[in-house]
């Protein structure tokens, strides 16, 4: 199974061992010594957030908490033999035997990342989180079992099929990840020495407990170089973690590849059944229905953007050396009406940069073809784009009304803290700000 970014997550054509356990209790942080990793948390001023901890923490405080395990660590390469004090963050391995959720997990990233994301793998506001997504809870719907199994399929390995009817907008799966690895490792980069991440890698697997380690060497690799590094650029998800950005308090976003092993197993389709919605401040990744699915139907997700053109989806895909046999992609006449609808989608959003020319007509248009093209898990952006025109355009009634539409397919298909979420949560608050005379308005 080969996998790069969560389904419906990036919008292009819109301008995813044991050791010992620490030993003492948590520093208690101050002001300067950690970042805000709660901003996601109304109760953020009552909690605390670790400091920051590193291969020489360790050695002068003799705690590594709140990680189970001392990290390793290793300079970028350019400041390895000097003695000055290094400018650019460490890369480490980090690891906690138990999560928010009961499970393991490794990380390779900087210290400062590690300490800014604890508190979402530690002790995230889980009850908050789940209000602001309608009361939806962070785990599958309950069946007696699940109602799907792994199997044997002919000429494609092993994949994840239905064992009984399913409805559109079911959880199937609900997981943490395994191992994250920070994007910029995980490629050739000036940082850090490819020997140096592979060791990290390594012992990231190796400090696993021996149920995870089988699930990780489980799965599918193209026999490419070292086992767990082919794994991961096999099997993972690009997904965003919170990380600080200087002194400023400011949110940004950290790229990293997160490993799901039970959702690793889903295959690829062009048009697909499922989709992934993620959690950047609990690192859950779920498995939804994007419609009903039938008993014996393959559940499958799109390991490419759902919006991009089927050549542009054909070489993305090949450039793992994959080549995708879907239902699709093995019907010419689909392929042929499937790129003119796209192509007809894009060419409406275009003229919508020119705010005069947006009409109710179009809007109905394009929805209409995105429903045809089952791309409704992007209906939030195009609503979102549309209430922003209304807004250049000064009708902020109807900007209001399509950025709330934006909001509620958001958190339906992205997730109700996506950052894609948040920012259209922001344009319907400024909105409001302006009604209640609470600023000038500005597009």
Known sequence: MLSLIPTLTIIPLLLSSRGVLATSEPIPPTSRSCPNNSHLNPLSHQRSCPLLVDDETVILTNNWYPWSIPPTCFLPKKQQNKRTVPKASKLCTFTTLDTWAGTPLSIITTPETAADIASFIHAPYVSWLENDRGGVPFKPTHYPKNPFKVEKLPNKGYGVVATEHIKKGTVLMVQLPVMLQLLESAEQNDKWETRDVLKLLQRAGNQLPKEQQREVMGLAAQGKGYVVDDIMKTNTFDVTVGVLE?????????????????????????????FTRYSPSTLIME???????SPGEELSISYAPLNILSTDRSELLKWWGFTCTCALCQNPTAIKKSDKQRNRIQALLEEFD??????EEKISEIEELVREEGMEG?????????????????????AKEYGKKGVMWLKRYAGADSERTEMAKGFVKRLEDFERGARDWRP
């Open 378 to 398: 992007q209906m939030g952006d195009l609503y979102n784009i549309i209430g922003n025109v209304y807004a250049q355009r000064g009708e902020l009634k109807k």
């Open 287 to 293: 498995i939804v229905a994007y419609r009903d699915i």
């Open 246 to 274: 200087g002194s400023t308090g400011q949110m940004g976003w950290g790229s990293h590849s997160g490993l799901y092993p039970e959702i690793a197993r889903i295959n690829h389709a062009c048009k697909p059944n499922c």
């Open 354 to 359: 020119t705010p005069s020319k947006l009409t």
